[in-house]
């Protein structure tokens, strides 16, 4: 804390309020409401421009629904966006989930989204709860706020403002560097698929590989603590992941998997594949099992199953438009080019290297944004120790 500064908490020196939700069984509440109502979950953004649900003078009269004036100061109190903090650019009413700090002729909005932006994580820390955080609104009325005069809460703005502009657009020219990085991979895969189609004969994938679903046991059959006698179930829905493992009884008929067969994501994120796990895997998945090695090279088709070739041929054929899925039968009538086994692996040589220069740089690329993460985080610090001037701002 800075010398001379004068600290008090948020409570003694602001106003502060949380919303309600009326009650979603009564449709007077609303339909045809003219009034915005705005969700936690909708505190992502500095400036809150607005929201999707809007509720009835009924429902607001009858809820602890309360409407906070323009730049009114948010701060998500519960879930995923706890700690998430915003400026609302409009009269809007809010749930329970949101805390609202008034205007006031002592701070502006933008000093006091930047502190809390500056407390975010000690914030959360203070959640309590597991899967869904809960903030409450007393410990965010117990945050201490330098209590300085406006001039200077005006020239950390600024600064701020400034810093954080180009910090924000030296992200975004990372950011689009990575899609590019992640586009010309892909079109590589394409142009390399597409002209092995050209010059070598195709094949339906269902010819060269074996293709089958998993199962799901009864969950009353899950078992979560790791036994001898158990197999592991992956529950898999973005990738395979430990934090998916449960254990059902051997007793179960399940389908199984061995490490240098390839499970291919067949719901939702349908495409993904990975292989090198063994057990048990469920209906959410697909296995692919090479016939024959000396036709089919292992890291080739490891190389084929995900590519965004096989990927585009999968989302058309999807079987759902809002989450897409695919059915065995999908996947073995897709056309392959299987050229020579020599061929193939320097196919599949040529991807990797290009693939690892892609990840790389795509890697390298991620580091400088958070690097930039950091930076912001350690001019907040700054500005709120009272260390924070236009020539640090800009060095």
Sequence with gaps: MRDGWKYDELGNLCKTGAGGTPLKSKMENYENGTIPWLRSGEVNNRNIIDCKIKITEIGLNN???KLFPPRTVLIAMYGATAGQVGILNFECSTNQAVCGILPNENFIPEFLYYKFLEGQDALIKQAVGG???????????????????????????AILDQAFAAINQAKANIEKNIQNAKELLDSYFLKVFKDNAKNTKQVELGEVVNLSRGHNPPKSKFIYENKKDYVRFYQIRDGWSDKYKVYVPNSEKLHKVE??????VAYRHIGRAFRGVSGAFNVALCKISN???TILDDDYLFELVPSPYIKGELLKRSERSLIPSMSVKHLE???IPLPPIE?????RKSISKIKEQSNNLIDSLEKKLQNLEELKKSLLQKAFAGELNQAKATA
């Design 291 to 293: 016939k024959d090695i």
């Design 131 to 157: 899967a869904q955080p809960n903030i409450s609104q007393a410990k965010i009325k117990k945050t201490l706020i330098p209590n300085i005069p406006l001039p200077e809460q005006k020239q950390i703005v």
């Design 63 to 65: 809820s602890s629904a």
């Design 259 to 264: 490490p240098n067969e390839i499970l291919m």
């Design 333 to 335: 009538k897709i056309l």
């Design 343 to 347: 061929r193939q692996i320097e196919i």
